[in-house]
């Protein structure tokens, strides 16, 4: 990933996301992450897009709709609510959840819903931004790599391995306990 930016189809390359993984996009927005991730699913897999803004949902359900992405399922969900991402307790292989930190008021209860719906040994993927990079939110809104890391913790998650989210970004794969 070196000097790029963000790149979601490079990026997953770092995910080990199998063929029939059921996964939960937190914070989809529009979409880019969980296409490329629908794709490398196949049709026996699942991607769970979800975001709280009804117009992403619709642009992500319009996206896969024209590239024929049955496996995409678009939700509307407040993940800081419990349960608020609407999916049953250990039924998810990973939770990727990217930039969407400094936009939670309340980020534990992020990492609690990921734990809830995640199986044992499910994997949550965080990318988000750097504390010192010079592109991205507010500096004071960002949550750095150690306090994401105390929330997962928290949370029931153990630290698996940190990979390459490119330069302006952290990358950081957490097992649920």
């Known amino acids: 990933m070196q000097n790029n930016f963000l790149n979601p189809t490079r990026l997953i390359e770092s995910f080990n996301i199998q063929k029939g993984d059921y996964i939960a996009d937190f914070g989809a927005g529009h979409g880019h992450f969980a296409i490329a991730m629908a794709e490398r699913v196949g049709g026996d897999g699942r991607v769970y897009a979800m975001d709280i803004n009804r117009h992403a949902i619709d642009i992500i359900r319009r996206d896969a709709k024209h590239r024929h992405l049955l496996n995409i399922c678009p939700v509307w969900a407040d993940i800081e609510k419990p349960e608020g991402s609407s999916l049953k307790e250990n039924f998810i292989d990973a939770v990727l959840a990217a930039n969407i930190l400094h936009q939670c008021a309340d980020t534990d209860a992020v990492f609690r819903e990921a734990a809830r719906i995640l199986h044992e040994n ?56």
């Open 122 to 177: 499910g994997r949550l993927l965080l990318v988000d931004w750097l504390p010192a990079s010079v592109l991205g939110p507010d500096r004071e809104l960002r949550v750095g790599p150690q306090d994401a890391a105390a929330s997962a913790r928290a949370a029931g998650f153990v630290l698996a391995d940190e990979f390459d989210a490119g330069k302006y970004h952290y990358g950081l794969e957490f097992r649920k306990k």
